[in-house]
């Protein structure tokens, strides 16, 4: 067999070999189309206030504390006369701490690492970074209502 044959077949007999290498990786480079995706539409948000107290227990301590419902944590502040509850849910976005009302400064204060959060739930001090995730609030009749903004 001649040289020349020879570097022909070898290189004929190579391309073939990596041919469906090539193949695959132009083959990944190229973008797939992405199926469409169904929108999810908002629910209705009057069908989503749930009850967390009564009047009585918010004007006893001026405050109602919730750890488990469909929301999550829910801590609401006020009293029964005030035209604009405060609802957040307590739980610390820096380690997961229940942040704790000082009525005194008009706060929310972290016990493990004494982030503040003013009463709209954005971050005052850190070393929190993310704001405390706040609710809609209404009274009815005699209970407390939340929801989701």
């Not at 469409?36 to 629910?43: E, F, G, M, N, V």
């Not at 749930?50 to 109602?64: R, V, Y």
């Not at 954005?122 to 903004?149: F, H, S, W």
């Amino acid at each position: 067999m001649k040289r020349r044959h020879f570097f022909t077949l070898f290189s004929v007999s190579l391309f073939l070999s990596f041919s469906p290498l090539f193949l695959t990786a132009s083959y990944a480079v190229k973008p797939k189309p992405r199926p469409k995706l169904k929108r999810k539409t908002k629910p209705n948000t009057t069908e989503n206030w749930i009850s967390i107290g009564t009047l009585a227990e918010l004007d006893k301590n001026g405050q109602i504390l919730k750890e488990k419902t469909s929301l999550g944590a829910v801590l609401v502040i006020g009293t029964s006369k005030s035209k604009n509850l405060i609802a957040v849910n307590p739980i610390c976005t820096h380690l997961g701490c229940t942040v704790d009302w000082e009525a005194e400064e008009n706060i929310f204060l972290c016990p493990c690492h004494a982030s503040e959060f003013t009463t709209e739930g954005k971050v005052q001090n850190g070393p929190a970074t993310k704001p405390l995730p706040i609710y809609k609030t209404k009274i009815e009749k005699n209970t407390v209502m939340v929801a989701r903004t």
